[in-house]
């Protein structure tokens, strides 16, 4: 999992060639109070967000939450109803996409079929009024760049979809933009290339050190990309954190039960603030957020369980889904509940039937107010 | 710089197209008949038209009606014009519909229903009605309006062949925006820092040329064909098709002026052809990208 850009394990891989613009040259971005309305439909309500020089966040969450329109408005493709976007301390609210300097790889192919490869990455040379031979040597140093070197001379036509992605990297990469906007980059690619492109983005992205906002519906996308994960719902941002915080601490819970699986275990407050579940105190995400004795929803990862073989336990082993390196189980306790687990596949196996206990193994846990709707939104069980 | 991080990827190659092994079915007789029956219904015609045209005064073969078209002063006269007419109705269309069209598509979506209602009414009012309404205006109008449009078939039928191509305009270039990503391009386009008349001559034309160059083509055609609004609004500068209607009544002449219709039908193929070459050498390099 990735952590801060400057940090990262894979900048020690990384060759040094001449890099296209110095590395931490990214600037800060920041949306304030930015609202904007379709009609009845609130698309953002008051989103407030900052993105430091040289981070990739990357806004995760389902569709109509706003994450893309929040982008569009960076790009300057739109316009807020209130609220001020700054770019490196600039207000750019009002100023047009084509003035922005922003770089933009969109989720459907852009590629201008009409133009060569070559041509497409000095595109935006071009219109920078930069010489011909100039704005060539740029691209092709680009293309060199993503692997495609040998690529100049074809059409969009003629390369694949992951190709294509690449080039509009390079094309976004080739004016030194002072942000790089990614909507969803990798959704049209088949899962062994979008894996691949996926690391590429990030290296490519700390190398130059440029400020980067990532946007998807992709939660791996998004934890194994971003320097800090933004989770949002109906128009407002709900948690914005590092992947790991995001993922084990969540502050909502539909941040809770969107990123990752999760279970939803019946307890109460104890008289001490701890969530009293499963037979366990723990402490609470959120301390003091309920008072002592308030009924509650307490939600575990699955790994956050653990099952020990008893013949007496309240469990039983009700599924066993083998994913390679875990195991996923589907526990039934004796109120009809079911509870996902998951460990390691290398321990032993649990058979079908087998009656077990169950554990927790978090060091704090999210709760929410018992009887409180589940988000509108389909965990990935 | 060298390719460190990325994969170096070969461009694709195309496979080369395997031989058939398959026999091609043999042509069923209806088929056969189908298109025997349509060949003579459209070949005979014109192959009658062609020997008509090549015989001449003397009742002898020759290109000697062909030769009048370009002896004739008033034949070239009438040919010029109506290419001028047609030319300048092809590009003024073109200006208006093709960044209306664009706009209507990219910010006004919900024009499109009143767009293809507007874009309609040419065709469901008769021209011989559009030339009726005029005839009435010329009648009222000041006389700096009718100094300035009435007085020439330029200046009178350009703008109204531009309202009747404006069907043809603006479905070809419709159809031709509906089969690429326009927003997606567009969007591209400005954050690279091309403005709007860029992004359009740049990206957008050059994507929807086919497209265009279909209406540009449809609305010569119109120009070259049109007679109705012609004859009533003008009678001093004859276009191309008057010219022919009026030779055709010549008893002395009528080889000249099937040779004439011959000749715009010729020309229309030509377009035609070239459009359908350059679709061909376009739709390769669009089909897997929109």
Request: hydrophobic content about 45%; aromatic content about 6%.
């Amino acid at each position: 999992m990735t952590t801060q850009s400057s940090s990262h394990p894979v900048d020690a891989q990384l060759a040094a060639p001449a890099p296209l613009t110095p590395a931490g040259s990214g600037v800060g971005v920041e949306f304030k109070g930015v609202q904007r309305h379709f009609g009845a439909v609130t698309a953002l309500q008051g989103l407030d967000l900052q993105i430091h020089a040289g981070e990739l966040v990357a806004l995760l969450g389902p569709s109509g939450c706003g994450k893309t329109t929040a982008l569009r408005l960076l790009a300057g493709f739109d316009r807020p109803d209130a609220g001020a976007i700054t770019v490196g301390g600039r207000d750019v609210t009002k100023v047009p996409a084509h003035k922005r300097d922003m770089g933009m790889v969109f989720q459907a192919y852009s590629l201008f079929p009409n133009m060569s490869v070559r041509q497409n990455v000095a595109f935006g040379l071009r219109m920078r009024g930069r010489a011909k031979a100039d704005r060539l040597t740029r691209a092709d140093e680009l293309l060199e760049m993503v692997g495609l070197g040998d690529a100049g001379d074809r059409y969009p036509y003629q390369l694949s979809g992951g190709q294509q992605q690449r080039v509009a990297i390079a094309r976004a990469l080739a004016i030194e933009p002072t942000v790089l906007l990614l909507d969803e980059p990798l959704s049209a690619l088949d899962a062994r290339v979008r894996h691949q492109l996926r690391g590429e983005i990030r290296q490519v992205q700390q190398r130059l050190g440029i400020t980067a906002l990532f946007v998807t519906h992709d939660q791996s996308e998004a934890l194994s990309l971003a320097d800090r994960v933004g989770v949002m719902s109906s128009g407002r941002l709900e948690q914005i954190d590092t992947p790991e915080n995001v993922y084990r601490y969540p502050a909502t819970a539909f941040v809770a039960e969107f990123v990752g699986a999760m279970n939803r275990v019946g307890g109460r407050i104890g008289d001490d603030g701890q969530v009293v579940v499963l037979g366990q105190r723990i402490p609470p995400t959120t301390p003091d957020a309920y008072a002592p004795g308030t009924a509650v929803e307490a939600l575990l990862r699955p790994e956050a369980l653990q099952v020990t073989l008893d013949s007496g336990g309240p469990g039983e082993i009700i599924e066993r889904t083998f994913l390679g390196s875990s195991v996923r189980l589907r526990v039934s306790l004796e109120d009809g509940h079911e509870l996902l687990v998951e460990g390691p596949s290398h321990g032993a196996v649990l058979p079908l039937g087998a009656r077990v206990t169950l554990r927790v193994v978090a060091d704090r846990v999210a709760v929410t107010e018992r009887g409180a709707p589940a988000p509108a939104i389909s965990p990935q069980l | 710089m060298s390719a460190i991080e990325f994969e170096a990827i070969a461009p694709r190659r195309v496979a080369p197209p395997q031989p058939r092994t398959a026999a091609r079915p043999r042509p069923r007789a209806w088929r056969v008949l189908i298109l025997v029956s349509m060949a003579v219904f459209y070949v005979l015609p014109l192959v009658c038209a062609v020997k008509f045209s090549l015989i001449n005064q003397k009742g002898t073969y020759g290109p000697q009606n062909y030769t009048a078209i370009v002896n004739n002063g008033a034949l070239s006269d009438a040919l010029i014009l109506s290419l001028e007419i047609a030319a300048i109705t092809a590009a003024v269309a073109v200006l208006l519909v093709f960044p209306t069209t664009v706009l209507v598509r990219l910010k006004l979506p919900k024009l499109t229903v009143v767009m293809e209602a507007v874009t309609i009414l040419p065709i469901v009012v008769p021209p011989i009605v559009i030339a009726a309404g005029l005839l009435q205006m010329k009648e009222t109008a000041p006389l700096w309006v009718v100094n300035t449009f009435f007085n020439h078939p330029l200046t009178i039928l350009t703008p109204l062949y531009v309202v009747l191509a404006m069907p043809l305009m603006y479905r070809a270039i419709d159809t031709g925006l509906r089969a690429i990503d326009l927003h997606t391009l567009v969007d591209a386009s400005r954050s690279l820092g091309a403005g709007w008349p860029t992004t359009l001559w740049r990206v957008v034309l050059p994507n929807v040329q086919t497209a265009v160059l279909g209406g540009m083509f449809l609305t010569i055609a119109l120009c070259l064909g049109e007679v109705v609004i012609a004859n009533q609004l003008d009678q001093s500068n004859l276009t191309f098709p008057l010219e022919m209607i009026q030779f055709a009544s010549q008893d002395n002449a009528p080889g000249i002026s099937v040779a004439m219709a011959l000749v715009a039908l010729l020309f229309t193929f030509l377009l035609l052809f070239m459009l359908s070459f350059l679709a061909r050498r376009r739709g390769g390099r669009t089909a897997r990208v929109v």
